[in-house]
């Protein structure tokens, strides 16, 4: 067999193999606590739930059009107007499998040999291997700690030159945990005036976790781009809904229809089940979203106080999403070792920086999509193992 070049182009996501190892290791009977993974440990709403399986006794068993019912898409333009108070088009909106549908899309659309997409390093791993994937050349965004792993704007239309057709923003990120600042984003958005050709691709997955009063900053909010905005959100994380396989995507008028026919092509339609109980989801109580969004932000607090105890970690207190990205250049170990001795011998799954982009040397992940009790166990296990690697105290800076 002679498979096609572009699959030996194709990059993973390093957070489902350290899984894999997690649950080997737990089925001989370690005791693991999983910091690795980046779902909600909370369970769907059961009114969400209880949708899906109306809908199925309800006989919603068929394919429904390409781009979700309209139902759904009248619900995500009513819920976008509700949140951002904006106006968008609901044939405009192109329900997918998850979040990633809408990122493979864009890559699809505007990837190609010779052209240039940027996206940010660290970034969320699929970013460059779809990328790469599509023929075009990865270009990094450089996030920076010291601006709580924001970009720098004017770095980034420098950055811009002919061959570039898409820019991926995402803020609240992961694997950071930064929320970039309104001013930078502004910046940025004013600088794109000058380069009229170039989309932007705005993954706003975790819209809805952001802390300490701050409110999420859409690019939604500058209509002097939406004529080539792709804004990608979803329910994975919000609902706690990553297994349901639910994503929408805005399009601009003029990609909508490509990114219909791309669905049409790839998978056909989003179940239907799904798409009912995606409609309960932002038409019902959002109880259950602050809630988590409360246990979150405790933990938040609780696991970068901890993480800053431990002798050379350094971390800042992420504003966004579920992830907290602590510096550990002070610990000598670089990223992947760090990850694989936590794992195999204290029993922490954490992930290497390094798997969310050459950038990411020297930091280490962990989602605190676990208990306030698990997070504390995993970093005392951590501390007691540097100690015993005789890493130094804790840098005061
Ligand atoms: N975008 C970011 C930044 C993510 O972290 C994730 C999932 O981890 C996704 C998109 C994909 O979400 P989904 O599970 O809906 O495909």
């Given at each position: 067999?002679?498979?096609?070049?572009?699959?030996?182009?194709?990059?993973?996501?390093?957070?489902?193999?350290?899984?894999?190892?997690?649950?080997?290791?737990?089925?001989?009977?370690?005791?693991?606590?999983?910091?690795?993974?980046?779902?909600?440990?909370?369970?769907?709403?059961?009114?969400?739930?209880?949708?899906?399986?109306?809908?199925?006794?309800?006989?919603?068993?068929?394919?429904?059009?390409?781009?979700?019912?309209?139902?759904?898409?009248?619900?995500?333009?009513?819920?976008?107007?509700?949140?951002?108070?904006?106006?968008?088009?609901?044939?405009?909106?192109?329900?997918?499998?998850?979040?990633?549908?809408?990122?493979?899309?864009?890559?699809?659309?505007?990837?190609?040999?010779?052209?240039e997409i940027m996206y940010p390093d660290?970034g969320?791993?699929?970013y460059?291997?779809?990328i790469?994937?599509?023929?075009a050349t990865p270009v990094p965004i450089r996030?920076?700690?010291?601006?709580?792993?924001?970009f720098?704007?004017?770095?980034v239309l420098?950055q811009i030159g002919?061959a570039t057709r898409l820019i991926i923003l995402?803020?609240?990120?992961?694997?950071?945990?930064?929320?970039?600042?309104?001013?930078?984003?502004?910046?940025?958005?004013?600088?794109?005036?000058?380069?009229?050709?170039v989309?932007i691709m705005?993954?706003?997955?975790?819209?809805?976790?952001?802390?300490?009063?701050?409110?999420?900053?859409?690019?939604?909010?500058?209509?002097?781009?939406?004529?080539?905005?792709?804004?990608?959100?979803?329910?994975?994380?919000?609902?706690?809904?990553?297994?349901?396989?639910?994503?929408?995507?805005?399009?601009?008028?003029?990609?909508?229809?490509?990114?219909?026919?791309?669905?049409?092509?790839?998978?056909?339609?989003?179940?239907?089940?799904?798409?009912?109980?995606?409609?309960?989801?932002?038409?019902?109580?959002?109880?259950?979203?602050?809630?988590?969004?409360?246990?979150?932000?405790?933990?938040?607090?609780?696991?970068?106080?901890?993480?800053?105890?431990?002798?050379?970690?350094?971390?800042?207190?992420?504003?966004?999403?579920?992830?907290?990205?602590?510096?550990?250049?002070?610990?000598?170990?670089?990223?992947?070792?760090?990850?694989?001795?936590?794992?195999?011998?204290?029993?922490?799954?954490?992930?290497?920086?390094?798997?969310?982009?050459?950038?990411?040397?020297?930091?280490?992940?962990?989602?605190?999509?676990?208990?306030?009790?698990?997070?504390?166990?995993?970093?005392?296990?951590?501390?007691?193992?540097?100690?015993?690697?005789?890493?130094?105290?804790?840098?005061?800076?």
């Amino acid at each position: 067999m002679q498979i096609a070049d572009r699959m030996g182009r194709l990059g993973t996501e390093s957070a489902f193999e350290v899984l894999a190892r997690a649950n080997g290791l737990a089925a001989q009977g370690r005791s693991i606590i999983n910091l690795g993974i980046g779902q909600p440990d909370f369970s769907t709403p059961p009114n969400v739930v209880e949708a899906g399986r109306k809908a199925l006794a309800d006989g919603h068993h068929g394919y429904t059009p390409a781009n979700g019912i309209p139902e759904l898409r009248a619900a995500v333009a009513a819920d976008v107007a509700q949140r951002y108070n904006a106006e968008i088009d609901p044939d405009q909106v192109v329900c997918v499998p998850g979040g990633k549908v809408t990122m493979a899309f864009a890559m699809l659309m505007f990837g190609q040999a010779g052209t240039e997409i940027m996206y940010p390093d660290p970034g969320f791993p699929i970013y460059e291997s779809m990328i790469r994937f599509s023929g075009a050349t990865p270009v990094p965004i450089r996030l920076y700690e010291e601006a709580g792993f924001s970009f720098d704007a004017d770095e980034v239309l420098d950055q811009i030159g002919p061959a570039t057709r898409l820019i991926i923003l995402n803020s609240p990120a992961n694997p950071t945990g930064g929320v970039v600042p309104r001013a930078e984003i502004e910046k940025l958005v004013a600088g794109l005036a000058r380069h009229p050709d170039v989309a932007i691709m705005s993954d706003e997955i975790y819209s809805r976790m952001t802390y300490d009063g701050l409110a999420h900053v859409t690019l939604l909010d500058y209509p002097e781009i939406r004529d080539r905005l792709i804004l990608l959100d979803g329910w994975s994380k919000t609902y706690a809904m990553t297994g349901w396989r639910l994503g929408w995507g805005l399009w601009p008028a003029a990609l909508a229809e490509h990114a219909t026919r791309l669905a049409i092509n790839c998978h056909s339609c989003v179940n239907a089940a799904t798409q009912y109980a995606g409609i309960e989801a932002l038409q019902g109580p959002q109880d259950a979203v602050a809630e988590m969004v409360a246990a979150f932000d405790e933990r938040r607090r609780i696991i970068t106080d901890d993480l800053n105890q431990l002798p050379g970690f350094r971390c800042i207190k992420p504003l966004g999403a579920f992830y907290a990205f602590p510096n550990i250049t002070g610990t000598g170990f670089d990223a992947r070792t760090l990850q694989d001795r936590l794992l195999e011998d204290v029993g922490v799954a954490a992930i290497a920086g390094t798997s969310f982009g050459a950038q990411g040397e020297g930091y280490l992940r962990f989602s605190y999509a676990n208990s306030v009790d698990n997070i504390r166990e995993a970093v005392r296990r951590i501390g007691d193992w540097l100690s015993a690697q005789n890493v130094g105290p804790a840098s005061t800076d």
